[in-house]
């Protein structure tokens, strides 16, 4: 589970990098440049990606730390003895 979280988390950074990086400008017939609002929606849309991934991994690797945690508390070699 932790390993899943691991991979989510480290494609929702990839993807951050990614959209961080992306270029949303395109050349103008004066020679120039100008944003364009369709690239911009894009680069919205893959940090919006990057972030819901980011959180899932992080969610993810929390529950398989807690599980990993709660599972040595309930296993009999953990337990003390009475």
């Given at each position: 589970?932790?390993?899943?979280?691991?991979?989510?988390?480290?494609?929702?950074?990839?993807?951050?990098?990614?959209?961080?990086?992306?270029?949303?400008?395109?050349?103008?017939?004066?020679?120039?440049?100008?944003?364009?609002?369709?690239?911009s929606?894009?680069r919205?849309?893959?940090?919006?990606?990057?972030?819901?991934?980011?959180?899932?991994?992080?969610?993810?690797?929390?529950?398989?730390?807690?599980?990993?945690?709660l599972?040595?508390?309930?296993?009999?070699?953990?337990?003390?003895?009475?």
């Amino acid at each position: 589970m932790r390993a899943i979280g691991l991979l989510l988390l480290l494609a929702g950074l990839a993807l951050g990098v990614f959209a961080f990086t992306f270029d949303i400008s395109v050349p103008s017939n004066d020679g120039g440049r100008i944003i364009n609002q369709g690239l911009s929606a894009d680069r919205l849309i893959y940090m919006l990606a990057a972030v819901g991934l980011f959180v899932a991994g992080a969610v993810q690797d929390a529950a398989g730390a807690l599980s990993a945690k709660l599972g040595a508390l309930a296993s009999p070699s953990g337990a003390k003895g009475t």
